[in-house]
């Protein structure tokens, strides 16, 4: 089964759970097919933990959720090395982090020790306790969610933390029609306890390395590159995005064209993933938030401005 009947099937199974989130829902495995991260950010109530328990039951996955407070302990998360008497020797305890598929619920929460060890195993896919190192399995994900609204008592992730995720992804409300559709689902049962399997563990892995298959011409690299300078030249951007940034603008950019059957890159396959991949990599100027000028909005106006390979100018 190639990568886009594949994506199709988990999409069509997850949005028997998630109703008229199309688009965010595609941004997650997009994520998923470039072995990414994703970050959540919404306020409560809008299916945050639900999308991710429904991908992870669909790709039959092991799941966990951590729900970060304050005084949760890196330990918590790694796991810990516990004392067997009747091996007489010190034995490892996974923590939630050993899953195919984690939440990291309300990620702004936690305190940045706690962060940085949630963070680190995302990079590294392994987990080092006492000196000892396991690795984590694969496929490997975090859903790192937070509340936008609520910041009292929440330890903001820094910039360079922020760059370690894929994309970011804002739920929203759903609008009237899917919110009634909604209300029907849940009337006697909620629609996740019936949700099966759709796809495999091996299907979900070849299809990530078929992505990465996928051509992209000298010319979209460069245009990618433009793209990612020009944040870094505008006037109410403070810092732009990294060449993280760049990389991770061009493995989406090859997982959107996959999901349209398509075996190369075109500059609207960039463009589709500009905001989702580069708004929260970049910093905006205090005289831009002053002005209420939010980040989407200017990664949107970069992508104007930034001429597309083989275009015309008039």
């Given at each position: 089964?190639?990568?886009?009947?594949?994506?199709?099937?988990?999409?069509?199974?997850?949005?028997?759970?998630?109703?008229?989130?199309?688009?965010?829902?595609?941004?997650?495995?997009?994520?998923?097919?470039?072995?990414?991260?994703?970050?959540?950010?919404?306020?409560?109530?809008?299916?945050?933990?639900?999308?991710?328990?429904?991908?992870?039951?669909?790709?039959?996955?092991?799941?966990?959720?951590?729900?970060?407070?304050?005084?949760?302990?890196?330990?918590?998360?790694?796991?810990?090395?516990?004392?067997?008497?009747?091996?007489?020797?010190?034995?490892?305890?996974?923590?939630?982090?050993?899953?195919?598929?984690?939440?990291?619920?309300?990620?702004n929460r936690a305190t940045p020790k706690t962060q940085s060890a949630l963070l680190e195993a995302m990079e590294e896919r392994q987990v080092t306790v006492d000196g000892n190192t396991s690795p984590l399995p694969d496929p490997f994900m975090v859903l790192a969610t937070q509340n936008p609204i609520e910041y009292e008592g929440t330890f903001p992730l820094p910039e360079a933390q922020l760059d370690r995720f894929l994309v970011r992804v804002n739920l929203g409300y759903p609008d009237a029609e899917a919110e009634v559709a909604l209300l029907g689902q849940q009337r006697e049962e909620h629609p996740l306890d019936s949700l099966s399997q759709v796809v495999s563990v091996e299907e979900v892995l070849a299809s990530q390395h078929a992505v990465r298959q996928v051509y992209i011409d000298d010319l979209i690299k460069r245009y990618i590159v433009d793209v990612v300078g020009a944040t870094r030249e505008h006037q109410d951007i403070y810092l732009g995005a990294s060449p993280r940034g760049s990389l991770a603008l061009m493995r989406t950019a090859q997982a959107h064209a996959a999901l349209r059957e398509r075996d190369y890159v075109v500059p609207d396959d960039v463009k589709a993933m500009?905001?989702?991949?580069?708004?929260?990599?970049?910093?905006?100027?205090?005289?831009?938030?002053?002005?209420?000028?939010?980040?989407?909005?200017?990664?949107?106006?970069?992508?104007?401005?930034?001429a597309v390979p083989g275009a015309r100018v008039n």
């Open positions: 089964m190639d990568q886009p009947s594949i994506a199709r099937k988990v999409m069509e199974n997850v949005e028997r759970v998630i109703v008229g989130k199309h688009d965010e829902v595609e941004r997650l495995l997009i994520a998923l097919l470039c072995r990414g991260h994703v970050l959540i950010e919404d306020v409560p109530g809008v299916g945050k933990t639900v999308l991710a328990k429904s991908l992870a039951r669909s790709l039959g996955c092991t799941f966990s959720r951590i729900q970060c407070t304050p005084d949760i302990l890196p330990s918590d998360i790694t796991g810990i090395s516990m004392y067997n008497q009747k091996t007489g020797e010190f034995e490892y305890r996974p923590g939630p982090i050993v899953a195919q598929v984690v939440l990291a619920d309300e990620v500009a905001t989702s991949v580069l708004a929260h990599r970049i910093i905006v100027s205090p005289s831009a938030r002053i002005r209420n000028i939010e980040a989407a909005s200017l990664v949107e106006e970069v992508v104007g401005r930034v």
